[in-house]
């Protein structure tokens, strides 16, 4: 293989792929798929999407539902050089229609069930292909391409190509594409499979969502760069997760898994027992939950920090103490800093703002350079909108964000975006949008709404308009009346005073 050809990180993975026979992953109807299959599907399908047309560098726009031809689907982009872009299968045609007119795919693969509502929003974003795919393989992608042959070689890329295009809100709640390069991910997965001692005698338990970065990039990462197999799970369910942790030797979550899996007595130390890591991230995790989880197993969970535009920064350690409310050092090729108001570091143990910068972070939004600008410093550091502290033994400690982000269930809520859709209801004046604490998702998703006096919506409206327009996870759980919104000076919408109002 050429130095050239192993900067596609699909052609990292297949280094490490073991003998074809051995199994890359089993599912809980006792499917199983070996590293051999794994290849032949991959290559038989990035065959396909070239033979349609598709070229190196373009988009491939998906909304399908977690499963074993989604990952192939994946996988195959990566060979091909093509884009990947995954979207949320709980995405509204409204939140879609922005989504695919910004990334501008080439193709466009959706659930049968819903093609009849995307197919035309594909068509208007420009998309020469559009295909359909289910759970079971289902659909006209899986159709088209059964007589491809499985010759498709690993697509040469360089430094700067993208692998995947995810999107994130910011404070304004418009959202902004992030362009991750094969280098990115390469990088990161590399640190990870090292720091957590990822090895091919591993056994995943792979509950997590593929449309996002945990899932899809830190999860899978891990085991194909080592050659290990996953147990992978369509989505996180108690049942499934306590059926199948005695196979398992490591469990990636986020801190709802873990509170939920506390809630039930038959997770316990005798179940954990051939698990040597559980990893949690995607939201804080309290140390409440990390104090019951390691006297209820005698295991300490490894919590670690990151975001979409840098996947992992800091880990807790395999080897050393793992500190509650602690989110760890800094990965090998990552550095770490907190700096004050312009941007100067600032002394151990005090809180500022929290940058990172290293070969794993992205290199600027998708046709934004005016936001590109805004995020990074002039030396290239980003600027990740979270506060914190380092600690004396050099462990980061985040404190708060400075962005208004809510993390439900590990998934990212941006207020601006529902702040929007409720603005638009008949008889509300204007609204705050807030995250609360939540015993099961770790934060709530609380609007707060102040109403005209002569025409007071109720809270049926309010949801109602809000289901025909966003994802379920974004929709308020609890609606608030308030005669006014505390402001400050500046007339600005105190949110910390909200939450400390509001707060149970």
């Not at 393989?137 to 042959?149: E, H, I, M, V």
């Not at 080592?226 to 801190?255: C, W, Y």
């Not at 954990?272 to 991230?281: I, M, P, S, V, W």
């Amino acid at each position: 293989m050429s130095a050239a050809a192993t900067a596609n990180l699909y052609a990292c993975f297949a280094a490490a792929f073991p003998a074809a026979a051995t199994p890359c992953l089993t599912t809980p109807d006792d499917r199983r798929v070996t590293y051999g299959e794994l290849e032949v599907e991959t290559a038989r399908l990035a065959r396909f999407l070239c033979d349609e047309g598709l070229v190196p560098g373009e988009r491939v726009s998906v909304q399908v539902e977690k499963s074993v031809p989604a990952l192939m689907l994946y996988l195959a982009c990566l060979r091909a050089g093509l884009v990947f872009h995954p979207l949320n299968p709980a995405y509204t045609a409204a939140e879609l229609e922005f989504f695919l007119t910004d990334a501008a795919p080439a193709a466009v693969i959706a659930d049968p069930a819903r093609a009849a509502e995307i197919f035309p929003l594909a068509a208007r974003a420009g998309a020469r292909r559009r295909y359909t795919l289910d759970a079971a393989g289902d659909g006209s992608l899986w159709d088209a391409s059964r007589g491809s042959s499985a010759d498709a070689p690993i697509a040469t890329v360089d430094v700067h190509s993208l692998a995947a295009l995810l999107y994130s809100s910011g404070t304004t709640g418009t959202p902004k594409g992030i362009g991750l390069t094969h280098r990115n991910l390469i990088v990161n997965a590399h640190a990870l499979t090292t720091a957590w001692g990822f090895t091919a005698d591993d056994v995943l338990l792979h509950a997590l969502p593929m449309f996002h970065v945990h899932g899809l990039f830190i999860a899978l990462g891990c085991v194909l760069m080592a050659g290990a197999s996953l147990h992978f799970l369509p989505k996180f369910t108690v049942d499934d997760v306590i059926a199948a942790l005695p196979h398992a030797t490591a469990m990636m979550g986020v801190p709802t898994y873990y509170t939920r899996l506390l809630a039930d007595p038959r997770f316990d130390a005798a179940l954990c027992r051939h698990a040597r890591l559980f990893t949690c991230g995607s939201a804080p995790l309290l140390p409440d939950t990390f104090e019951a989880f390691e006297r209820r197993t005698g295991q300490r969970l490894v919590e670690r920090y990151g975001m979409t535009e840098t996947s992992v920064i800091t880990s807790n350690p395999l080897d050393g103490p793992r500190k509650a409310g602690a989110v760890g050092l800094p990965l090998a090729d990552t550095e770490v800093r907190i700096v004050d108001d312009a941007d100067a570091p600032v002394p151990e143990a005090t809180i500022g703002h929290v940058q990172v910068r290293g070969a794993s972070v992205f290199g600027g939004y998708w046709h934004r350079p005016d936001k590109t600008r805004e995020d990074f410093t002039a030396d290239g550091w980003f600027r990740t909108g979270d506060d914190g502290l380092f600690d004396a033994d050099g462990y980061l400690h985040l404190v708060g964000r400075g962005k208004d982000l809510v993390i439900t269930g590990g998934l990212n809520v941006y207020p601006a975006e529902i702040e929007r859709v409720l603005d638009a209801v008949p008889g509300v004046r204007e609204t705050a949008v807030i995250g609360l604490p939540h015993a099961d998702f770790g934060e709530q998703v609380v609007a707060v709404i102040v109403a005209d006096d002569a025409e007071r919506p109720d809270e049926k409206a309010l949801r109602a308009s809000v289901q025909t327009q966003l994802a379920a996870y974004k929709q308020p759980k609890r609606y608030v009346f308030v005669d006014a919104l505390p402001r400050n000076a500046m007339g600005k919408v105190q949110k910390n005073v909200l939450r400390e109002t509001l707060a149970p």
